[in-house]
């Protein structure tokens, strides 16, 4: 009864999260767990963001493409658009590039150099949730090669399939999606305004449709904890700030 867009638009019911890795280890094994565990809700009913569904999103494509996901996404996106600094699993040599995470209680250590989400982590970093490490440049590569498929411009996404990702689907009795993408600005049935997509160390990427601009923000939102909560605050101002300057207000 689940679909590939319910998963994408996190409707499948789902549970939003659970700590697998507490009884399990290995890509395989997170998977078995998600597999094995009830809905909350019936397919379609509601939305609730699913790190889950994400998860299982990632190995229908790779099923689907026949090769692992950090295969497929490396050879489709990352490698045509020059995006040299995305990676998974980046290597010690990379430290000194990637700002420390999360202060583990548990171990007296930070996380550092390593998948923050302690689920990617017991699944191997190559869950299709997380995982990712990345620049702002690298991300805005992308967003302008998003943008450009919306005019029908982009050499690597069909305009009509972008569009499709970015229509608004009424989730339940109150909710609007895209497919992967949150809408901020856009009704269901019509092409989103603008759309975005946060995660939860305090990376951000809005793309404006309307006015053909981006914004990326990377944070480490988790340092020193998870308790962090100062980007709320700052993710306002930054976005004001942008719109203040490519929107100044008329002079009186």
């Not at 319910?6 to 507490?22: N, R, V």
């Not at 490490?133 to 498929?149: C, H, Y």
């Not at 990376?203 to 709320?232: A, C, G, M, S």
Request: with cysteine; hydrophobic share 40%.
């Amino acid at each position: 009864r689940i679909t590939v867009e319910h998963l994408l638009t996190h409707s499948a019911g789902l549970t939003a999260w659970k700590p697998f890795y507490k009884t399990v280890k290995g890509y395989a094994e997170v998977l078995k767990a998600i597999c094995v565990t009830p809905l909350e809700s019936a397919p379609g009913e509601r939305f609730r963001y699913s790190d889950c569904g994400m998860m299982l999103a990632g190995e229908v494509a790779a099923r689907a493409g026949g090769k692992p996901l950090r295969e497929l996404e490396r050879e489709l996106i990352f490698d045509p658009l020059d995006m040299t600094s995305t990676l998974r699993c980046p290597p010690e040599k990379l430290a000194a590039r990637i700002p420390p995470t999360e202060f583990e209680a548990a171990t007296g250590k930070v996380v550092h150099g390593a998948v923050h989400d302690e689920n990617a982590r017991a699944g191997d970093g190559i869950t299709g949730h997380a995982g990712l490490f990345s620049t702002a440049e690298d991300l805005g590569k992308l967003a302008a090669e998003l943008l450009r498929a919306t005019e029908g411009k982009s050499k690597l996404f069909p305009r009509e399939v972008v569009e499709d990702f970015f229509r608004g689907r009424a989730i339940g009795t109150n909710s609007v999606r895209g497919i992967g993408w949150g809408i901020v600005r856009g009704d269901a049935g019509k092409l989103a305004q603008v759309v975005s997509h946060n995660g939860f160390t305090g990376t951000y990427v809005q793309l404006d449709l309307e006015h053909k601009r981006f914004i990326v923000l990377l944070t480490n939102r988790v340092h020193p904890t998870r308790d962090n909560d100062k980007l709320t605050r700052v993710r306002r101002e930054f976005l004001e700030a942008v719109a203040n300057q490519l929107d100044p207000a008329p002079a009186p």
